[in-house]
């Protein structure tokens, strides 16, 4: 039996500290940010399940010429980060000289929260815009 999550339950955990995902009856898989079926084998008998939220990173960008309405936010990093339980997922990266970065972030430890940003100019009647936001693990 399909169980299933909104994107305002998701983004809504994000600010309280939760990651929520889909864990496959199935193959066992994890399925994050949640979908209506598994990732990974396409089953619909998916349940609810908290993440540990913690990752690494695998790829990231910093934006020094963001678009349209998001001038205000730059410098800003994006990354990519591989789950504890297998799937990736995008957010910002809050690090501080984000232009002084190298390639030896790969692989850092994060933790991922949620963050609200401004709403969208093109989506003037959205009351909030969350996005996933990771924090470097202090090791």
């Known amino acids: 039996m399909a169980d ?9 955990a994000l600010l309280e ?4 995902g889909l864990k496959c009856s199935d193959c066992g898989a994890y ?3 949640p979908k209506a079926v598994c990732d990974s084998c396409g089953s619909r008998n998916v349940e609810r399940a ?3 939220g913690k990752g690494r990173i695998t790829t ?3 934006t020094y010429i963001a678009p349209v ?9 994006v990354a990519m980060v591989e789950l504890e339980e297998g799937p990736w997922i995008v957010g910002r990266l ?8 190298g390639q030896d972030l790969i692989g850092e430890e994060v933790v991922v929260e949620g963050k609200e940003f401004p709403t969208e100019m093109f989506y003037p009647d959205k009351k909030k815009r969350v996005v996933p936001v990771f924090r470097l693990e202090k090791a």
């Not at 299933?4 to 339950?9: A, D």
């Not at 998001?70 to 800003?76: A, M, N, R, T, W």
């Not at 809050?94 to 970065?101: K, P, Q, Y």
Request: proline share 5%; with cysteine.
């Open 31 to 33: 399925t994050c940010p």
């Open 4 to 12: 299933t999550i909104s994107f305002k339950e998701y983004f809504d």
């Open 69 to 77: 309405g998001y001038d205000k936010e730059v410098p800003y990093t």
């Open 50 to 52: 908290e993440l540990s």
């Open 17 to 20: 500290g939760k990651l929520l």
């Open 94 to 101: 809050e690090i501080e000289n984000a232009d002084e970065i």
């Open 60 to 62: 990231f960008t910093t």
